[in-house]
């Protein structure tokens, strides 16, 4: 009798533990091979490590897609407006649209160290490597210039030699065919909504997230507006990103972390009677 007290008791700790057996259960299996680095880094190993895997398989994708697109030099449809036209080229906003870039580490380094954690990171970067896929797809199937990159290119001259110089980057890396979906609207639309749920749930740890949170959504809207003041984007492109980004939210990630949440809100219930 003892022996089968102590094996209920082990069990229950495990379920505990993990309640589905496994770190990472309910995540896709290739992220296995990455946990063993959980340890490295002060604990942020298997965080950093999604980030990368995540970023090259993305921009490895996203830059071969553009680059098919200029090379075959076709256009499905002009998603251009009149409003696109009326907007005014804002050189100086180009340092809000590379504010993107900042982005990227926060959820490696918000998330917390926990299996929990790392379960999270690990849907996170599953949507994004969905938002990818997706976006790359409509590339491909329904490829549009971004023709309002004129009104950009007849201000260079104009410019600053370091507002010139980042514009010439920004073209020689990010050819004109990444019209719609944004991507720069949807990913950052995710790592927001990320951030927004780890300080509610951990709300003790970030007593001001109320007012942290209000100015990251209002850098978040000056970020998709950006979009379209350096003409890298049309207005359909904005709006499409936003919906992309929206759509995998609520449909894809959120229900698998609540999921999560609810498996171990269960686990604790049963433990502690």
């Given at each position: 009798m003892l022996s089968?007290?102590?094996r209920d008791t082990s069990s229950m700790h495990d379920a505990q533990k993990d309640p589905e057996g496994s770190p990472l259960a309910g995540t896709w299996p290739?992220?296995?091979a990455l946990y063993p680095l959980r340890e490295r880094r002060e604990g942020y190993g298997f965080h950093i490590a999604v980030l990368f895997f995540v970023g090259f398989l993305g921009l490895a994708g996203y830059h071969s897609t553009l680059l098919y697109n200029n090379a075959r030099d076709l256009t499905a449809w002009n998603p251009e407006s009149a409003w696109d036209t009326a907007v005014p080229a804002m050189p100086w906003t180009v340092y809000i649209y590379l504010t993107l870039y900042f982005y990227f580490p926060i959820p490696a380094f918000l998330a917390d160290r926990s299996d929990r954690g790392c379960r999270e990171m690990a849907i996170?970067?599953?949507g994004m490597l969905l938002l990818f896929a997706l976006s790359c797809s409509v590339f491909m199937i329904s490829p549009a210039e971004v023709t309002v990159r004129l009104q950009m290119e007849e201000l260079m001259p104009m410019m600053s030699p370091a507002l010139e110089s980042?514009?010439?980057i920004i073209y020689d890396v990010d050819r004109a065919w990444n019209?719609?979906?944004s991507l720069h609207v949807s990913e950052s639309l995710l790592v927001v909504l990320f951030v927004q749920r780890w300080t509610e749930i951990r709300a003790e740890e970030f007593p001001r997230r109320k007012l942290w949170m209000g100015a990251f959504w209002i850098a978040w809207v000056l970020l998709s507006l950006s979009i379209i003041t350096t003409k890298q984007h049309f207005i359909?492109?904005?709006?499409?990103?936003g919906l992309l980004g929206w759509a995998l939210w609520k449909l894809y990630i959120l229900p698998r972390l609540d999921r999560r949440l609810r498996s171990e809100h269960q686990v604790s219930v049963a433990t502690s009677s």
């Open positions: 089968a007290k102590l290739l992220w296995n996170l970067g599953q980042i514009f010439s019209s719609w979906p359909w492109d904005m709006v499409t990103g």
